[in-house]
């Protein structure tokens, strides 16, 4: 089970997923610690039930009511792969904006395990392709893993549902039952207490299969041969069993470090363990899951007992005795663990649908731990839901969490511009747009930072630019609190070769909270006709007249005017093209242009530069495209274009996507009303 243990922690640890920020030992205000339970509430059909709060659940720990703090429910919509809703047509212009305003949904990971162990070769194939019809009908963003209780397969968390299927239609169960052996008819359960000395089973085994004379005396063949099954019997059982909890605790574990909702789906035939030994045996698998935050559904196929139906009455009455007792195994340990027992009856399909409709909702529980609780230490746990006709399922295993790990916010902004994991302890958005650089080998990544006015200042911002090769510069600076408590903006040239990149940015507020984003860059001109051209730029003027940076793709109610900006650049070696016009057009929703400006670039040493500006005030709030096109001798050659919104009368934004920036005709850029010099530069340090 090693090897296993080691794929999955590899593979769960390296799976394309999003992270949070550190986790940490969740405190409620006042310095009360809180233990987490994951607790699921099912109405009579097996569908999870939203809208409960904390004063609806009664949690003890250890027998005891706790009062319980927080109640967060989170429910996955059910689409099948590849089959989510419509969405609207994308955007014809390219979409350069990045942000952490909405956090990701939280990652769903399922783990489907057939305990081949206890499956026979001949059975469970029905079973098998029915998990992998359950596999594709889960939705596409949910990530996936096999693997067995033998080790004998193994697939690694995937959004692949292709590799999961063919790895489930390959599978087959590798119990080789022990009763089956020549000798007398000894059942695993009898077996097991058997070998735990219980005489009075042994008796009854004995008179069952040698006749109500025999006694143990030693010299009866029949009795000692009865004596001799049982205790073979029983210790390979007893092996059998511990093989099979040792990989559900060894996958559990694994699973542990993997962020987002956890579900182990395993398709068993039963487990076999002595009635006074379950509840030390499942203890373990309880803790783990409680740790792991694993919720576990097991599903048990329907017994066949068509090899036995020719034998004595006595083998079917064993067979019929084990195959209850290893279901009594299966259903305690699943209850231990606060997961759901499935018997499947007839066709299995209808059994995975209730799995995947029983997890896909979920209460995630702070309970105050009792004063002085240790870190780690371990409380039994009863759930109770203040409603009827409801069905809680929580592990009867809660644990104290370990003391909270501090890490250092200079160590989170490095971890985040050196991993690209997104955070979102601070709002950030960031957009891009390239031009030419001082020289035609070079491109300048203009970006452009917003932080919300919320955060509390100063910021300390992180920045990195990881190139096509995997090299990655970075650089930092500190971002004070503007004068007038507005939004934080910050704008950085970083020229570059052609290529492909990932801009980073990690910002830490004064109070240690941290927010991060990962967007990628395309450093390449466009072509519009004869020349290459630049994106197109904005920027917006108020009443003032002042020109602002526009920070984001959303045009603030207070803005009059859009100014426009952009940059053609004619080849070398050729002349410049004559009677060069740059259409500008503003189009809404009924692609009809709201507004047209015509203008004659200004021509300097290596660039035409075509500026426009136009009034805010005759369009309604919406989005529209920017569009430039480009005329050579009264022919359009080529389009550049990009997209704006504008606020409502109440000054509410829309959803944001593209950010620009724009260079003026006197070569700066409009920042705040002020003209930065287009030769000031951004350096790339080395990583602090």
């Known amino acids: 089970m090693r090897r296993l243990v080691i794929v999955l922690v590899a593979a769960l640890a390296t799976a394309p997923v999003v992270l949070g920020q550190t986790p940490q030992a969740p405190v ?24 409960l709060t904390a004063d609806d659940f009664e949690i003890k720990l250890d027998g005891h009511v706790r009062p319980v703090r ?32 909405t956090p990701a949904p939280e990652l769903r990971l399922f783990v489907v395990m057939l305990d081949d162990l206890s499956i026979t070769p001949s059975r469970g194939k029905g079973m098998f392709f029915a998990a992998g019809r359950f596999v594709d009908a889960l939705p596409g963003s949910d990530v996936v893993g096999f693997t067995t209780t033998s080790g004998t397969a193994t697939l690694n968390p995937t959004r692949n549902r292709a590799a999961v299927d063919a790895a489930l239609r390959h599978a087959a169960g590798e119990f080789i039952d022990p009763r089956a052996l020549p000798g ?75 962020p987002g909702l956890k579900q182990l789906v395993i398709v068993s035939d039963g487990l076999g363990v002595a009635l006074r030994e379950q509840q030390m045996s499942f203890q373990p698998v309880a803790r783990a899951a409680a740790e792991a935050g694993v919720h576990l559904s097991v599903l048990e196929q329907e017994p066949d007992l068509t090899s036995v139906e020719d034998g004595s009455s006595g083998d079917n009455e064993v067979r019929r005795d084990d195959n209850l007792a290893l279901s009594e195994g299966l259903i305690t340990m699943t209850e231990a663990t606060g997961g759901d027992f499935y018997r499947v009856i007839g066709l299995p399909d209808p059994a995975f649908t209730r799995v995947a409709i029983a997890t896909s909702g979920v209460y995630h529980l702070g309970i105050e731990a009792p004063p002085g609780s240790a870190p780690g230490r371990n409380f039994t746990l009863a759930a109770r839901v203040k409603r009827s006709g409801s069905t809680v399922r929580a592990n009867r295993v809660a644990v104290a969490p370990a003391p909270t790990v501090v890490v250092p916010v200079d160590d989170q902004l490095q971890a985040a511009v050196a991993k690209g994991l997104p955070t ?52 930092r600076k500190t971002i004070d609190a503007p004068a007038s408590g507005g939004t934080y903006r910050v704008s950085l040239s970083l020229p570059v070769v052609p290529g492909t990149y990932r801009l980073r940015f990690a910002v830490a507020d004064a109070s240690g909270h941290v927010g991060s984003i990962d967007a990628p860059v395309t450093a390449q001109l466009g072509h519009v006709g004869p020349f290459l051209s630049s994106d197109v730029m904005t920027s917006w003027s108020g009443v003032d007249g002042k020109p602002q940076f526009l920070a984001l793709e959303e045009v603030p109610a207070t803005a009059t005017d859009l100014n426009t900006f952009l940059e053609l650049y004619p080849a070398s070696d050729a002349p410049l093209p004559p009677d060069v016009r740059v259409q500008w057009s503003v189009i809404g929703s009924a692609q009809q242009p709201a507004a047209e400006q015509s203008v004659v670039p200004a021509h300097t040493t290596d660039r035409l530069t075509a500026a426009g500006q136009f009034p805010l005030d005759s369009l309604a709030p919406g989005t ?45 850029y409009l920042f705040k009303g002020n003209t930065i010099p287009s030769e000031k530069r951004t350096a790339l340090n080395p990583p602090p």
Do not use: W
């Open 184 to 258: 007398p008819p000894v059942g695993i359960q009898e077996a097991l207490e058997i070998q735990l000395g219980n005489d009075s089973a042994l008796q009854q085994a004995v008179r069952r299969d040698c006749g109500l004379n025999a006694s143990l005396n030693k010299g009866d063949n029949c009795s000692e041969n009865v004596e001799r099954k049982a205790r073979a019997l029983g210790e390979l059982s007893r092996q059998s069993a511990s093989r099979q909890i040792q990989a559900f605790i060894s996958v559990i574990n694994a699973m542990k470090a993997a």
């Open 624 to 668: 529209y495209e920017l569009r430039a096109t480009v005329l050579v001798a009264g022919q359009a050659v080529g389009t550049v274009s990009t997209t704006f919104r504008k606020a409502d009368k109440g000054g509410q934004l829309l959803t944001p996507r593209a950010r620009r920036q724009r260079r003026n005709p006197s070569g700066g």
């Open 70 to 101: 927080t109640a967060a429910y989170e429910q996955v919509t059910l689409e099948p792969a590849g089959t989510a809703a419509p969405t609207a047509a994308a955007p014809a212009v390219p979409v350069r904006e990045t942000t952490n305003h």
């Open 28 to 51: 409620f205000r006042g310095g009360v610690t809180l233990v987490s339970v994951d607790v699921t509430v099912l109405d009579r059909d097996g569908k999870p039930v939203p809208g």
């Open 424 to 475: 979102y302890g601070v709002p950030v958005a960031v957009a891009t747009v390239v031009r030419r650089g001082d020289t035609a080998a070079v491109i300048d990544v203009d970006a452009n930072v917003e932080v919300p006015a919320s955060a509390l200042g100063p910021l300390t911002m992180m920045f990195g630019l990881l190139d096509g090769a995997g090299k990655l510069e970075t650089g």
